[in-house]
C-alpha cells in the first residue's frame, strides 16, 4: 500500500471515532446572569483557571484576566480567550485611569464568531449580551446584573 493510501485510511478511521473526552472548564452555568462579578471571579482566581494580574485593566475599570498557563476553559463549547469583570469597591479588581463602570459586570471573551456565540447563548437560556469584539475572531458574553 502506497504511503498516500495509508494516511487515507487513517485519516477515514480517524474521523470516524468519538472525540476523546474533554477536561475543560466549563463558564456556560456562570453565564446565566444570576451571579454577580465577584462571585464568578473569585472561584476561578482560587482554582488558578485565570492569572490573579489582569492582563489589562480598561479606563472604566474592566478588568480582563488572561487564563492561567495550561488552564482549558470554554464557555458554550468555545475557548475562552479571556474573563472580564468589574464590581466597585470590592478588592479582586483594579480601578483603572478613568471613571469606573456605574454597575457591575463579569463575563467571558470567546475565540469564537458572535453569530455563532449569540445562537449558543440563546440554546442555553442566557440572557448575556452578545458582543463582537474581533470580526470572525473573538466575542464578548457579558452579563450586567441589576
Known amino acids: 500500500m502506497k504511503v498516500s493510501a495509508i494516511c487515507t485510511v487513517l485519516t477515514a478511521i480517524a474521523a ?3 472525540p476523546v473526552p474533554s477536561y475543560a472548564h466549563a463558564l456556560d452555568r456562570q ?3 444570576k451571579s454577580n462579578a465577584h462571585a464568578f471571579i ?3 482566581l482560587k482554582n488558578e483557571y485565570i492569572d490573579p494580574n489582569p492582563m489589562r485593566v480598561e479606563a472604566n475599570s474592566v478588568n480582563a484576566f ?3 498557563h495550561g488552564s482549558d476553559m470554554t464557555a458554550f463549547g468555545f475557548r475562552v480567550y479571556a474573563v472580564i469583570g468589574y464590581e466597585q469597591d470590592d478588592g479582586l479588581f483594579k480601578k483603572g485611569a478613568g471613571q469606573a463602570l456605574a454597575g457591575p459586570l ?5 475565540s ?3 453569530e455563532a456565540v449569540e445562537s449558543r447563548v440563546r440554546e ?6 452578545v458582543r463582537m469584539v ?3 475572531l473573538l466575542t464578548a458574553v457579558v452579563c450586567s446584573p441589576s
Open 66 to 68: 488572561r487564563p492561567s
Open 31 to 33: 453565564l446565566d446572569c
Open 112 to 114: 469564537a464568531p458572535s
Open 106 to 110: 463579569y463575563g467571558a471573551v470567546l
Open 42 to 44: 473569585a472561584p476561578l
Open 134 to 136: 474581533i470580526p470572525m
Open 16 to 18: 470516524g471515532l468519538p
Open 124 to 129: 442555553a437560556g442566557s440572557n448575556a449580551t
